[in-house]
Nanobody, 123 residues
Framework: QVQLVESGAALVQAGGSLRLSCAAS????????MGWFRQATGKEREFVAA????????YYADSVKGRFTISRDNTKNTVYLQMNSLRPEDTALYYC????????????????WGQGTQVTVSS
C-alpha cells in the first residue's frame, strides 16, 4: 500500500510560481511511476505531468508544457511539480498519483491517489 500526501497549496498571482510536493510512504517509491493530475471546479480530472522510475522520462500536458516541470527525489520519497508562469486557468485541485504498471498519462493507470492540494491563481 502506498500513501501520498500533497503539500504546497497557495493563492498566487498570475505570472507567479509555485512548487507542489508529494511525499509517499513505503520503501518502494523508486519503482513507482508518479503523476500529477488536476481538477477544476465543474470539470473533469485531467493529466498534468508524469515521471518514470528513474526520473529520466517525463511527460506533460500540452497546456503546461514549457511552464511546469516534474521531478523526483527517490532518497526522499518525494515528487515535485514546479509551476512557473501561472495562469488563472491553472486554478484547480492538484492530485498526486502513483502506479507500478508504468503508465503515464491516463488516470486509469494509477492505483494510488493523494487527497489533493488547492492551487488558486488570481488575475
Amino acid at each position: 500500500q502506498v500513501q501520498l500526501v500533497e503539500s504546497g497549496a497557495a493563492l498566487v498571482q498570475a505570472g507567479g510560481s509555485l512548487r507542489l510536493s508529494c511525499a509517499a510512504s513505503g520503501r518502494t517509491f523508486s519503482t513507482l511511476t508518479m503523476g500529477w493530475f488536476r481538477q477544476a471546479t465543474g470539470k473533469e480530472r485531467e493529466f498534468v505531468a508524469a515521471i518514470g522510475w528513474t526520473g529520466s522520462s517525463s511527460y506533460y500536458a500540452d497546456s503546461v508544457k514549457g511552464r511546469f516541470t516534474i521531478s523526483r527525489d527517490n532518497t526522499k520519497n518525494t515528487v515535485y511539480l514546479q509551476m512557473n508562469s501561472l495562469r488563472p486557468e491553472d486554478t484547480a485541485l492538484y492530485y498526486c498519483a502513483a502506479n507500478r504498471r508504468g503508465g503515464y498519462t491516463s488516470a486509469d493507470w494509477y492505483d494510488y491517489w493523494g487527497q489533493g492540494t488547492q492551487v488558486t491563481v488570481s488575475s
